[in-house]
T-cell receptor
Framework: EAQVTQNPRYLITVTGKKLTVTCSQNMNHEYMSWYRQDPGLGLRQIYY???????DKGDVPEGYKVSRKEKRNFPLILESPSPNQTSLYFCASSFWGEPQHFGDGTRLSIL | GNSVTQMEGPVTLSEEAFLTINCTYTATGYPSLFWYVQYPGEGLQLLLKATKADDKGSNKGFEATYRKETTSFHLEKGSVQVSDSAVYFC???????????FGSGTRLQVQP
């Protein structure tokens, strides 16, 4: 089954404790992206990757890092999480020019 | 920059009622337009899309027409069902980095 898989689905952690949210897709998509969803703001792009080893900032990149060492994986790293990063996060992927497929989301709570 | 404005919810309808969710956008050039749907606890699913002016996207009884003259992409369905209860997002894409610019979402509640 074609899918975008995120882990964990839920995480409660504390300020400053490094965390990684993994994202994996099995559709051989070259394009991958991370979004955060906040009430009243819709989804906003954090980082994106057009292919392996090619990443760039989206609209709200501060406090986040990403890497793209393999085509199928695109982890989101929070080196020193803060409470304002409490949000619902979505990973997405697609072929170039095609609509994006989304994962089921990761709900992060930073205390 | 790009922006998408959609009507605030929640929208509450009875089953078999007619649905319209308004969406207007601001963008340079010729964006592609999308409607995504998010069911509780799930990710976003593409509902329909339109890539150029006057295109009509349709899926599962939902329709939306790309109106460049009014910069609108309103979502319609003739007869909603309880199973249509979800949050609906209007979005556009026209940048090289293919970011989707989303509206804030409209929650639809359909009562039996």
């Amino acid at each position: 089954e074609a899918q975008v898989t995120q882990n964990p689905r839920y995480l409660i952690t504390v300020t400053g404790k490094k965390l990684t949210v993994t994202c994996s897709q099995n559709m051989n998509h070259e394009y991958m992206s991370w979004y955060r969803q906040d009430p009243g703001l819709g989804l906003r792009q954090i980082y994106y990757s057009m292919n392996v080893e090619v990443t760039d900032k989206g609209d709200v990149p501060e406090g986040y890092k990403v890497s793209r060492k393999e085509k199928r994986n695109f982890p989101l790293i929070l080196e020193s999480p803060s409470p304002n990063q409490t949000s619902l996060y979505f990973c997405a992927s697609s072929f170039w020019g095609e609509p994006q497929h989304f994962g089921d989301g990761t709900r992060l709570s930073i205390l | 920059g790009n922006s998408v404005t959609q009507m605030e919810g929640p929208v509450t309808l009875s089953e078999e009622a007619f649905l319209t969710i308004n969406c207007t956008y601001t963008a340079t050039g010729y964006p592609s337009l999308f409607w995504y749907v998010q069911y509780p606890g799930e990710g976003l699913q593409l509902l329909l899309k339109a890539t150029k002016a006057d295109d009509k996207g349709s899926n599962k009884g939902f329709e939306a027409t790309y109106r460049k003259e009014t910069t609108s992409f309103h979502l319609e369905k003739g007869s909603v069902q309880v199973s249509d209860s979800a949050v609906y997002f209007c979005a556009l894409s026209n940048t090289g980095r293919r970011a989707l610019t989303f509206g804030s979402g409209t929650r639809l509640q359909v009562q039996p």
